[in-house]
């Protein structure tokens, strides 16, 4: 029973993420300003993504509740990639669409600089993530010389365990709070580090909403990786403590809680931040327009790319969306995507290592 | 907040660009003695251009004797600033080039005055 109401929450929290990003409101779908009025194939896209959301549901569900447990797993598995493939698709088909006002070639800088990241950061978030990790490892110490030889380290989509090995491999987890607090701070680094490029009329007022904006980005950040890491610490000292004798019944109730926690932090992430946020870009737009002083040449693909070899800029301010993205000319951005797909797998891969000596 | 502004479309490079905001400010009073300026780094990434570019227009400021350039640390506006006296001629050239411009667009020399007059109010009222 409790497998199934597993799966069924891990179908049901995809559908509700892209559920909520498919929309189209004002002059905005999938929370993208296109530069033109919506118009029917705009409407067309979302009723298609959420069709297909829907549908997703409904057959998801249907076989965590119904099939063979194989089968459902296997389902659950694949199921979730369905509406996210689909929401991608109908997204670049709307950016292709799009009709985005050049970026204009006057615009002001400031001569202070920037308010740096420690500006935008929530000391307690940052305590509370500290916190967290530090009292993570200090509990999996505490039961360490407790646990048996094998313990189970990873499940399936229906919470059993399916792969088993030595305890220590369990320090993986920890490295993996770690990597993403590391995460985190390089997140707000790169908003703070973002190009600060005014327009020339209501420079003031851009200012003010710019900042915002950061200070938005950044709080919504903090929130996310909080709740990751809380999922990752439920996760590993579940399986700790569920390993010891008469606690095996935890096991289950862990992969539910580490989903529920970093589902939360997603969809509540999204839920607090994407209204304020949409809100603040428009005010953006309508004062001065977004990528102020990004090469007009430089965005490729519609637009979704930036790459513009004579600018120095890193960290560069969306054109569609919310957020920011990299000049992908500059190698240190390359550098950072190698690094945040190598250095997790290099953790569980060194954790399996040290713990088969 | 003090800003500079800044034109790709312009047909003037950027560097002359940054040097006379920066001088135009420095002249307005806006930036005063010791005051210092964004870091190289830091003001190439808000324009958007190489670090050379910048660097170049802090040291036009330099040899003009507005900004004192200190390796490992920021360019600070020199108290009492005061453009060295070989740059006038200089100036008088270029007010001389703005005249001619100004008369080849049908101006007489009421209106070119008028000219000046305005840009006169603009600079010291900002």
């Known amino acids: 029973m409790l497998s199934r109401i597993i799966l069924a929450s891990t179908i049901v929290t995809v559908v509700l993420v892209v559920w909520l990003v498919a929309r189209a409101d004002g002059e905005r779908v999938f929370y993208m300003d296109l530069g033109r009025p919506l118009d029917e194939r705009d409407r067309a896209r979302v009723r298609r993504v959420q069709g297909v959301t829907l549908a997703s549901a409904l057959v998801g569900v249907a ?67 500290g916190a ?7 509990a999996f110490v505490f039961v360490r010389g407790q646990l048996p030889v094998l313990v189970p380290l990873h499940f399936d989509a229906a919470g059993r365990p399916n792969r088993w090995g030595s305890p220590d491999e369990l320090w993986a987890l920890g490295g993996i709070m770690l990597f993403c607090w590391a995460l985190c701070w390089l997140l707000v680094v790169g908003v703070a580090r973002e190009r600060w490029a005014l327009p020339t009329a209501h420079t003031e007022a851009y200012a003010r909403a710019s900042r915002r904006r950061r200070q938005l980005l950044v709080r919504m950040i903090e929130v996310l990786m909080l709740c990751v890491n809380a999922a990752v610490a439920a996760s590993w000292l579940g399986i700790a403590i569920g390993s010891l004798p008469g606690w095996s019944h935890l096991l289950g109730i862990t992969v539910v809680v580490a989903l529920v926690l970093s589902a939360g932090g997603a969809v509540g992430s999204l839920v607090a931040f994407l209204a304020p946020l949409t809100a603040v870009q428009r005010q953006l737009s309508a004062l001065g327009g977004v990528a102020l002083g990004t090469r007009p040449d430089g965005w490729r693909w519609g637009g979704m790319i930036y790459y513009a070899p004579d600018d120095p800029a890193l960290f560069i301010p969306k054109r569609f969306g919310i957020g920011q993205t990299f000049n992908f000319a500059r190698p240190a951005a390359w550098l950072i995507l190698v690094l945040l797909v190598v250095v997790p797998i290099g953790i569980a891969f060194t954790s399996m290592l040290l713990s088969r000596r | 907040m003090l800003t500079i502004e800044v034109d790709f479309g312009s047909a003037r490079p950027v560097y002359r660009q940054i040097a006379e905001q920066v001088r135009g400010l420095i002249a307005r009073g806006d930036l005063s003695d010791g005051a210092e300026l964004p870091s190289v780094r830091q003001l190439a990434a808000n324009v958007g251009v190489n670090l050379n570019t910048v660097a170049k227009a802090y040291r036009i400021l330099a040899d003009e004797g507005l900004v004192d350039l200190r390796h490992g640390s920021r360019a600070r506006v020199v108290g009492g600033a005061r453009a060295r006296a070989p740059e006038v001629e200089g100036l008088e050239r270029e007010l001389g080039d703005v005249i001619s411009r100004l008369v080849l667009q049908g101006r007489g020399r009421e209106e070119v005055s008028a000219f000046f007059e305005t840009a006169l109010e603009r600079f010291f009222e900002r």
């Open chain 1, 132 to 138: 967290l990790i530090a009292l993570s490892a200090a």
């Open chain 1, 63 to 129: 076989a965590a509740a119904f099939a063979p447990l194989p089968a459902a797993v296997l389902v659950a598995t694949l199921l979730p990639f369905v509406p996210i493939a689909w929401l991608l698709i109908e997204v670049v088909g709307a950016v292709k669409s799009a009709k985005p006002a050049e970026a204009s070639l006057r615009f002001r800088v400031p001569l202070t600089e920037p308010p740096p990241a420690k500006q935008y950061v929530s000391l307690p978030l940052q305590i509370a993530h």
